[in-house]
């Protein structure tokens, strides 16, 4: 039976067992042995992490192409699998024997959504960063706070006092098919007070997207301000990721999303912006999540770059399914 080789890593970390987990599997030199969408499915299945990579064999020893799989289907791009191949690549498979002695010269990932270069900000701390793609829009509705109650009536109690028939939410897309409704807190309490809803978030919060934009992947993104972090101490945004019943501990789409839309609407012209995010806190899964924005002359996105770090936490072979 023909088996690949394979490491978990955490990301958004340098600790093990925080952050999000990853799975990287390294597929076949042979042109032959190549797998199906059907095999690359089934291998993400067996790991059951929301994102599986699966790592091309070397063609160009500065770019390497990497297939991101959730345990639905294959996605384009998505943020935790981007920073742990990046860090894999510039940090740790110089001296592993899954990669090439050429892989400290990768400057980019090939990924469905296109190029994305990616540097090392820190090689003590292992931080990388990725340029992300990005086509934003601040979509024209909103959603509504009832809905949200609706989904989540545990956060009643902390939008009683301000909260009105017209209190609503922004929607943004970093991507067509990437979107996120920001609901900002107002305290930690209230953001441990956020359930994982029963279902429903996918359909409820598409509709109020719009037209042409109303498909692929939107989540409910809770953020809280300026909140004192005893880690670092410095000043960080805590944030939460629901998408229906499930939690993600570290979302580097969504937090790209709600820096770009925080940049837009209270940033200036021709600045650059920085943003730390921690999410996970409350899964026990602590993750430290980067973000620096640069507006053009004119005030719209002229970058986004997505940092962070990630640690290996085990490796192995698995075997390739017979279908």
């Given at each position: 039976?023909?088996?690949?080789?394979?490491?978990?890593?955490?990301?958004?970390?340098?600790?093990?067992?925080?952050?999000?987990?990853?799975?990287?599997?390294?597929?076949?030199?042979?042109?032959?042995?190549?797998?199906?969408?059907?095999?690359?499915?089934?291998?993400?299945?067996?790991?059951?992490?929301?994102?599986?990579?699966?790592?091309?064999?070397?063609?160009?020893?500065?770019?390497?192409?990497?297939?991101?799989?959730?345990l639905e289907c294959e996605?384009?791009?998505?943020?935790?699998?981007?920073?742990?191949?990046?860090?894999?690549?510039?940090?740790?498979?110089?001296?592993?024997?899954?990669?090439?002695?050429?892989?400290?010269?990768?400057?980019?990932?090939?990924?469905?959504?296109?190029?994305?270069?990616?540097?090392?900000?820190?090689?003590?701390?292992?931080?990388?960063?990725?340029?992300?793609?990005?086509?934003?829009?601040?979509?024209?509705?909103?959603?509504?706070?009832?809905?949200?109650?609706?989904?989540?009536?545990?956060?009643?109690?902390?939008?009683?006092?301000?909260g009105t028939e017209e209190?609503?939410?922004?929607?943004?897309?970093?991507?067509?098919?990437?979107s996120q409704t920001f609901?900002?807190?107002?305290?930690?309490?209230?953001?441990?007070?956020?359930?994982?809803?029963?279902?429903?978030?996918?359909?409820?919060?598409?509709?109020?997207?719009?037209?042409?934009?109303?498909?692929?992947?939107?989540?409910?993104?809770?953020?809280?301000?300026?909140?004192?972090?005893?880690?670092?101490?410095?000043?960080?945004?805590?944030?939460?990721?629901?998408?229906?019943?499930?939690?993600?501990?570290?979302?580097?789409?969504?937090?790209?999303?709600?820096?770009?839309?925080?940049?837009?609407?209270?940033?200036?012209?021709?600045?650059?912006?920085?943003?730390?995010?921690?999410?996970?806190?409350?899964?026990?899964?602590?993750?430290?999540?980067?973000?620096?924005?640069?507006?053009?002359?004119?005030?719209?996105?002229?970058?986004?770059?997505?940092?962070?770090?990630?640690?290996?936490?085990?490796?192995?072979?698995?075997?390739?399914?017979?279908?």
């Open positions: 039976m023909t088996q690949l080789k394979f490491v978990t890593l955490d990301v958004f970390t340098t600790k093990p067992f925080s952050g999000n987990q990853l799975a990287v599997v390294f597929l076949p030199e042979e042109p032959t042995q190549q797998l199906t969408q059907r095999q690359k499915h089934i291998i993400t299945l067996e790991f059951n992490l929301s994102e599986t990579i699966f790592v091309h064999p070397v063609t160009d020893p500065t770019k390497r192409t990497i297939d991101i799989f959730t996605i384009p791009f998505a943020g935790h699998p981007t920073i742990g191949a990046a860090n894999w690549f510039l940090c740790q498979s110089g001296a592993d024997a899954n990669a090439t002695a050429n892989a400290g010269q990768v400057t980019s990932l090939i990924t469905k959504s296109g190029e994305i270069p990616i540097t090392i900000q820190d090689a003590q701390s292992g931080t990388v960063a990725a340029k992300i793609a990005h086509n934003t829009r601040i979509h024209a509705q909103r959603f509504p706070l009832s809905d949200l109650l609706y989904l989540h009536p545990t956060l009643k109690p902390y939008f009683s006092a301000t209190t609503s939410f922004p929607l943004f897309s970093i991507v067509n098919g990437m609901i900002e807190l107002p305290t930690l309490e209230a953001l441990a007070a956020v359930p994982r809803a029963t279902g429903g978030d996918l359909v409820s919060v598409l509709q109020y997207l719009d037209a042409g934009w109303q498909s692929g992947l939107i989540c409910v993104y809770f953020f809280v301000r300026d909140v004192d972090d005893d880690v670092t101490g410095k000043k960080v945004i805590r944030t939460r990721m629901m998408l229906g019943a499930l939690e993600d501990p570290a979302t580097g789409s969504s937090a790209s999303g709600l820096a770009s839309y925080l940049a837009l609407t209270e940033g200036k012209a021709g600045e650059a912006y920085r943003y730390h995010f921690v999410q996970g806190v409350e899964m026990d899964r602590r993750s430290d999540i980067g973000v620096n924005v640069v507006l053009d002359g004119e005030g719209a996105i002229g970058e986004v770059e997505l940092t962070g770090s990630a640690v290996r936490v085990s490796e192995g072979v698995i075997a390739v399914p017979e279908v």
